[in-house]
Nanobody
Framework: QVQPVESGGGVVQPGGSLRLSCVASRSIFSIDSMGWYRQAPGQQRELVAEVTSGGSTNYADSVNGRFTISRDGAENTVYLQMNGLKPEDTAVYLC???????????????WGQGTQVTVSS
């Protein structure tokens, strides 16, 4: 099973915080990058944040300064700490892992099923 598994979504009031987790399978050769995307109803999927195996990070302008992505390479896990949540952050948050399943494989993207984040008073 290579599909990443997300957890940590829920309902929170504006200004609140949530921490999302995503675990990729340990039965893989290597991970190039792990990231979080989100998709609100009627909207296109958009990048929230990503981190490479080298530790470089990239954030959407809309979350920069409020969200922090981090990675535990030993556990093939990525986290998204979300602070100062706003109603417009409401969406399904999906984890994407770009990885090689075995030596000699080409890098491919694997998506989780998503976790709902709702920001509402």
């Amino acid at each position: 099973q290579v599909q990443p598994v997300e957890s940590g979504g829920g309902v929170v009031q504006p200004g609140g915080s949530l921490r999302l987790s995503c675990v990729a399978s340990r039965s893989i050769f290597s991970i190039d990058s792990m990231g979080w995307y989100r998709q609100a109803p009627g909207q296109q999927r958009e990048l929230v944040a990503e981190v490479t195996s080298g530790g470089s990070t990239n954030y959407a302008d809309s979350v920069n300064g409020r969200f922090t992505i981090s990675r535990d390479g030993a556990e093939n896990t990525v986290y998204l700490q979300m602070n100062g949540l706003k109603p417009e952050d409401t969406a399904v948050y999906l984890c994407k892992c770009r990885l090689k399943r075995y030596f000699g494989d080409t890098s491919k993207d694997y998506w989780g099923q998503g976790t709902q984040v709702t920001v509402s008073s």
